[in-house]
């Protein structure tokens, strides 16, 4: 979906953020100008691979067709999906991101872990835009849904 925000197949997926050198704050969306935190005098930025798993924060499913950038045909029919909001605490950030296909809001919970998994966002007859999404983890291993590992 976006160059530099994550990287990896399989179990080698990570999302990628950036870490300040002066004041340790992570950021996702990734920040190459400068650190956003504004008590930070600013250091340099360096790529880091975020946490593969985290915790539901919050969840909602998602009824409406997003407005750009969202990549999306508006000739085609809007399918919704789930959105779950997954706090990475070693980061002390919360990720929003959509479910794998499958996962409904039914299936989710506060505080339930999940990772994060490559995913197809849209394609067409000549391009295929990945993103992440998020799976279930149940019993310490991955849930079977949706997405390839």
Known sequence: MVTGWFTGRGGGFRLLGTRCSACASVFFPR?????????????????????????????TDS????????????ELVWRPCVLAAVELPAERLVVLGQTVPGVGVADLAVGMEVEAVPG?????????????????????TAAGTGAAP
Request: charged share 30%.
């Open 63 to 74: 009824r409406y067709r997003p407005p750009p950038p969202y990549v999306s045909d508006p």
């Open 31 to 59: 920040e190459d100008a400068f650190c956003r935190n504004p008590g930070c005098p600013g250091g340099e930025l360096e790529e880091v691979p975020l946490s593969k798993r985290g915790r539901v924060w919050s969840y």
């Open 120 to 140: 197809v966002l849209n394609e067409d007859a000549r391009t295929t835009w990945t993103t992440w999404h998020w799976r279930p983890v149940r019993d310490g």
